[in-house]
């Protein structure tokens, strides 16, 4: 409980920082937080409830999760637009696997938590709203990656609708968006007014080109392939008022070099592995 109640309290520095283009936590002397990839998927079924509380129960500051529309225009959280790796269930002869051709109706009713074991049998495809329900009741932050399905005007726009409903937490939530199209998107569909925007990359951007996504795009964070990033990118990306985020990294050797380069979180499939931020 103590170690939870400090990586909140980690959290809350973090998001203030970002929300206000503070100065960059670690210009503060403080380690970075650790962020659950998918809840903590090292353990338990990905982009399940049950990943997301056990991410919470080892002290995260918050769980990284990814955003599919189905059919009939339903927010969900799975990362793979074909249903068959993480989930059970379905039909052999189904005409079509992508989350996007199927409804919510259907998909409600797969197993998402037997492929990674027995003991998780039953696990659902989560609905956006019970992720950041979660949120709300432990005051994490919830990392949204949104997807193909999810991207493009129509998406986004069923996602404000969603967060519409979870404006008390604005201060929680980060949309995270892989294009400069999808950064356009997000902000003509108002989703600035209901969580900070992030960029997400391979690669790392160049200060002017993310300089102008903060300035014309309201870009708050971005969050970035670990093996690309440097300290001098890292220190200028935080001089300009965003927050760093690397993805995603396990092992100790990679997190101690993360440590080291002061980014500002970490996104691990194993939190408990990242030493306590704040």
């Known amino acids: 409980m103590v170690m939870h109640w400090l990586f909140l309290l980690a959290a809350t520095a973090f998001w203030l920082a970002a929300a206000v283009g503070a100065t960059p936590l670690r210009a503060r002397g403080r380690l970075p937080v650790a962020v659950a990839h998918r809840g903590a998927s090292g353990d338990a079924p990905e982009n399940t409830m049950a990943a997301f509380r056990l991410a919470v129960d080892l002290g995260s500051a918050g769980f990284e999760t990814d955003l599919h529309m189905t059919a009939d225009g339903v927010v969900v959280l799975l990362h793979d637009s074909d249903i068959r790796r993480t989930?059970?269930?379905w039909p052999d002869d189904l005409p079509s696997y992508n989350i996007a051709n199927?409804?919510?109706s259907f998909v409600s009713t797969l197993d998402a938590g037997s492929w990674f074991g027995p003991e998780f049998e039953?696990?659902?495809?989560?609905l956006l709203q019970e992720g950041l329900d979660l949120a709300r009741e432990t005051g994490v932050l919830a990392y949204l990656d949104v997807k193909s399905s999810a991207t493009g005007r129509a998406g986004l726009a069923a996602i404000e609708r969603v967060l519409e409903q979870y404006r008390d937490i604005k201060e929680q939530v980060i949309?995270?968006?892989w294009s400069e199209g999808a950064l356009a998107d997000a902000v003509a569909v108002g989703l600035p007014e209901l969580s900070s925007l992030s960029f997400i990359g391979s690669v790392p951007l160049a200060a002017a080109q993310y300089i102008r996504f903060r300035d014309e795009l309201a870009l708050r964070s971005l969050n970035i392939n670990h093996a690309l990033q440097s300290q001098p990118w890292v220190a200028g990306a935080?001089?300009?008022g965003l927050q760093v985020?690397?993805?995603?990294v396990n092992d100790p050797e990679t997190i101690e070099r993360m440590v080291n380069i002061g980014v500002?979180?970490?996104?691990?499939d194993f939190p408990?592995?990242?030493p306590i931020g704040g």
Do not use: M
């Open 87 to 89: 989930t059970c269930g």
């Open 102 to 104: 199927l409804e919510w």
């Open 122 to 126: 039953g696990e659902r495809v989560p």
């Open 175 to 177: 949309v995270g968006v």
């Open 238 to 240: 935080q001089e300009a």
């Open 245 to 248: 985020f690397a993805w995603t």
């Open 264 to 268: 500002d979180a970490i996104v691990t």
């Open 272 to 274: 408990s592995r990242v």
